[in-house]
């Protein structure tokens, strides 16, 4: 097997031979009876022919003929690398006992995460790279995923974000008479950077040091230069990594559209959850991590993870184009609310709460304070968006987990349609 240039048909021009090694390798994890090193060799060289614009020829033909054509790809929902087949009327088919004629073998899929996976915080540093191995077949000592893994959970770098936002407070609102400056970008990314400045990458090194909020520290390469002069000092069981937290309306693929500035392009397909089946349209708060990567003429963005937020102005994660319905209605009612003498604090948790029945996490939180009486009451707020029977069935085991943090009030689409939430909301508060 060889490594050829991409957009080649690997008749002419250069062809780097796979080692013996590691296409045995590359063929005991393709078929699914490789080693935990298998697999690392197989996803390290996946990861590298990608970076390094190559694909993979297969031998199994003669050497003169055109060969069958493998093309490495990512799979941005398990969080993982593979090999596709590059199939059509026009190229070469693989011999029928080769092992690349079907499909890879692999349970990418039913490794996803589930609506009933806890989202707990990130332990460790803010990082999501790893130091490269040193080896093929060996991965580096931390038992921790990065890129190079297989089994899907949320994504590190969603919750490294999540991390960061909780850290910044931007998914809290507090009453209106609390709000001491009024809602703007501007406000929301100071709170960012501030949060930031606490947090480390790696031992000694604060996120505050390698994090940027505009896209031109990428496009005048300022991101790049500061990550080679850190990475002097940078603790060598880390790799040396920058992140970029960006306002965009919206994303397209491995392309992050920023306002007033030239896109940035991705090395992998951006995460979101906005997918099929449950799109959800910008603005976005789009993080970025920027490193090295094998086969990589230095540093370069890597991987993007694009969470979708109620507005520019306030960076509260939503999940659904329905939740951010529910939310605007919900600021409506504080504004009611507060004419009332009712103070309105608003809370979008972006990890699991711990009960005495299990975890769980509600769509909102909200807090109620009369002026008058001085009453305290505590909601819980859950926007049902969707009926499908996964979804009633996981709200069914969490929903009576929830009511142990206070009453649960349910939202259904007629009440924002109909213009009911308000009064819901009262109702149940009665304050």
Known sequence: MWLIDRDTNGVGGRRIPLPPPLREALVRWYVGEGSRGDEEAGITLVQNARIGAKWIACDCLAADDAPPILTPAFLSEAETYYLRRLTSIKRPEHREDCPFFRDQVT???????????????????????????????????????????????????????????????????????????????????????????????????????????????????????????????????????????????????????????????????????????????????????????????????????????????????????????????????????????????????????????GSCRPDFLLEARSRLTGEIKQLVVEAMGFSDEDYLASKSTTHPRMRLLGPLLTILPSDVEKDRVGDHLARVLDI
């Open 107 to 357: 349970h990418r899929i039913t490794e996803i995460r589930s609506r009933e996976t806890p989202a707990d915080p990130p332990a460790g540093f803010f990082e999501v790279l790893r130091p490269a191995p040193e080896k093929l077949a060996h991965r580096p000592e931390e038992d921790a995923s990065d890129d190079r893994t297989r089994h899907a959970s949320v994504p590190r770098l969603a919750r490294l974000l999540w991390r960061l936002i909780d850290a910044a407070g931007t998914n809290r609102v507090p009453p209106e008479p609390h709000e001491t400056e009024p809602a703007s970008i501007k406000r929301e990314f100071d709170a960012l950077s501030r949060a930031a400045a606490k947090i480390e990458i790696a031992p000694g090194i604060q996120l505050g040091r390698a994090f940027w909020t505009h896209s031109n520290a990428l496009h005048s390469r300022r991101a790049y230069a500061m990550l080679r002069q850190l990475a002097k000092s940078w603790p060598s069981r880390h790799a040396p990594q920058g992140f970029l937290v960006l306002f965009s309306p919206h994303v397209r693929g491995h392309v992050v559209d920023v306002p007033g500035a030239e896109p940035i392009h991705v090395a992998n397909r951006v995460q979101s959850p906005s997918v099929r089946g449950n799109l959800i349209k910008g603005p976005f708060l789009v993080v970025i991590v920027a490193g090295e990567y094998p086969e990589a003429h230095g540093y370069a963005p890597l991987r993007g993870y694009a969470q979708p937020i109620f507005s520019g102005q306030r960076f509260i994660p939503v999940y659904s184009e329905f939740e951010r319905s529910v939310l605007r209605e919900l600021f409506k009612a504080r504004r009611q609310l507060d004419k009332s003498g009712v103070d309105l604090a608003i809370e979008k948790p972006v990890f699991d709460r711990l009960t005495t029945q």
